[in-house]
């Protein structure tokens, strides 16, 4: 960028940010993927040249390690300080002594959202002088407004579709002016003048978000089609039709996020055995070996071992349908050795944990909490991953598993379809196995095909997998994401716009 406009990212979660911008830097606040992607883009953005700045909430007791989240590993090895020239930790009590980033709790989270809100808008924001400010998520749905009244251009980046509510009463008791920006606020109900509506009309953060920021982006091109087209029943009308007038006056966008550098087999610390494209073959094998030994499964290196990599909600990542054909494509594929480990945390951890009871499947099927170390390792010993989401913003399990040459099983839904395409043995294409319907016979189907492809001879396999991890991390990666994002900022830095 010619000029370098200053960038004000304003995120409630964040994983690191780079060492150069300042000696007191590395840190971690993490519920989601929203926090590695404002990582990621913060510092692809930072090495890029970019003068970039970054709000967050001064999540203290986080910072320090002092939580029993499933993220801690992350959070612990992460205490330093921040630099107050680039990072701006927003000042309250509201999130000084969390342990966690959502508390599960709407009150709470919403108080949290105001907080953290109220400290961008008086303080940050005058403080930074954006040229762009970037927000992300409905924790931060209010603040497009604001930057329609201070004619300052706004992105607003939707990761999840979950949004709150409040009146305006509610939003200036916590100290947020809303009264000089109410006409930029989406209302539950269209409002007739501030005083009518200040008590009672609630106002929804997230289409918020939407309706008032200059540009839009979601995390996935397809999943924002998707929207448009009305193929989503959940997603709310209001939200729908204000993405859908922005899609159409082309102010919106999808924008694919990116895995972590840290999701390399080559340079990875939790994984036992580091491996590039030109060995996977031997060393994925061996990483097989110790995961199989420190899960007490069966350790045969020539099993083939599906991994399921994404929390167990049966909303909407596709659980239920593993669930209904563990036991018969373990018994299918009994003699060939088929084996799965679940690293993940949710509502179907004791139905896989029941099944395997039930049927004696220890030592062929592993389920296992969320654990970040573990999670890394089975992504290096597995060569299938499964994710039949019924619906994706974006995911990353996805890519990483391209990119340490595991293949993913995935349901062609929004970031699933742009990123994994039928693999192709004879034309030397694609990365994984798509299904089309949403049922547990279009998962098993596509799990037929996966062992037609372990059944291919070793040269065909080894030749595939070579070819979908260098294409992979060519595809995948942060600089890729950023400067989109870049683009997109110099659209929007071009573009005048009518406040």
């Keep these: 960028m010619a000029q370098k406009p200053r960038i004000l990212i304003v995120t409630p979660e964040v994983t690191y940010l780079p060492e150069d911008m300042g000696d007191r830097s590395n840190y ?18 930072f090495d890029l040249g970019c003068d970039v700045h970054v709000a967050l909430p001064d999540y203290r007791s986080i910072f320090d390690g002092h939580t029993t989240k499933t993220h801690s590993q992350e959070l612990a090895k992460i205490r330093k300080r921040l630099d107050e020239e680039r990072i701006h930790l927003a000042a309250d009590r509201a999130f000084y002594y969390l342990s966690n980033v959502y508390s599960g709790y709407s009150d ?52 999840n579709i979950h949004t709150m509510t409040s009146t305006m009463a509610e939003i200036e008791d916590r100290g947020i002016d809303a009264a000089a920006f109410w006409q930029w606020m989406y209302f539950k109900n269209p409002p ?25 982006n979601t995390v996935s091109p397809t999943f924002l089609k998707e929207i448009v087209e009305d193929r989503h029943p959940f997603v709310e009308t209001c939200l729908k039709n204000e993405l859908t007038g922005k899609y159409y006056a082309g102010c919106a966008t999808g ?62 990542k596709g659980c239920q349908l593993l669930a209904q054909i563990m036991y018969d494509i373990v018994d299918r ?21 029941d099944i395997v009871r039930f049927h004696g499947l220890g030592r062929r099927v592993a389920v296992c909490g969320f654990n970040e170390g573990l999670s890394h390792q089975a992504f290096a010993a597995s060569d ?13 399990p996805q890519m990483v598993g391209g990119i340490y040459g595991t293949l993913p099983i995935v349901f062609d839904t929004g970031g699933l379809h742009d990123t994994v395409r039928p693999l192709d043995v004879v034309n030397d294409s694609g990365n994984g196995f798509l299904f089309t319907v ?62």
């Design 28 to 45: 971690s606040a993490k519920a989601g993927g929203l926090a590695d992607v404002s990582a990621a883009l913060i510092s692809a953005l």
């Design 255 to 316: 924008i694919l996020n990116a895995p972590e550098p840290e999701f390399n087999p080559a340079v990875d610390e939790l994984i036992r055995y580091n491996y590039g494209p030109k060995n996977h073959k031997r060393l994925k094998a061996a990483n097989k070996r110790y995961l199989q030994k420190i899960l007490d499964m069966e350790e045969n290196e020539n099993a083939p071992l599906f991994f399921w990599p994404s929390r167990l909600d049966p909303v909407q």
């Design 333 to 353: 594929y009994w003699d060939q050795g088929l084996q799965i480990v679940s690293v993940a945390s949710g509502a179907y951890e004791k139905s896989f944990h």
């Design 384 to 396: 299938f991953l499964f994710m039949p989401s019924a619906f994706e913003p974006c995911g990353l």
């Design 108 to 159: 709470m989270d919403l108080k949290v959202s105001l907080a953290f809100q109220r400290e961008v808008i008086n303080n940050i924001i005058p403080r930074v002088e954006p040229d762009i400010i970037h927000c992300n998520d409905w924790m931060t749905g209010l603040i497009p407004a604001m930057s329609r009244k201070m004619e300052i251009p706004c992105l607003f980046t939707i990761h």
């Design 192 to 216: 007739e003048n501030y005083e009518e509506s200040r008590d009672w009309n609630r106002v929804d953060f997230l289409t918020s978000g939407v309706f008032a920021a200059h540009y839009v």
């Design 438 to 499: 949403h049922d547990a016979n279009g998962l098993s189907w596509a799990v037929d095909r996966a062992m037609d492809f372990y059944a291919a001879d070793n040269r065909t396999r080894e030749k595939q997998i070579h070819r979908i991890m260098i294409e992979s991390v060519l595809e995948f990666n942060h600089t890729r994401c950023a400067e989109d994002y870049i683009n997109l900022y110099e659209k929007m830095l071009q573009r005048p716009f009518l406040v």
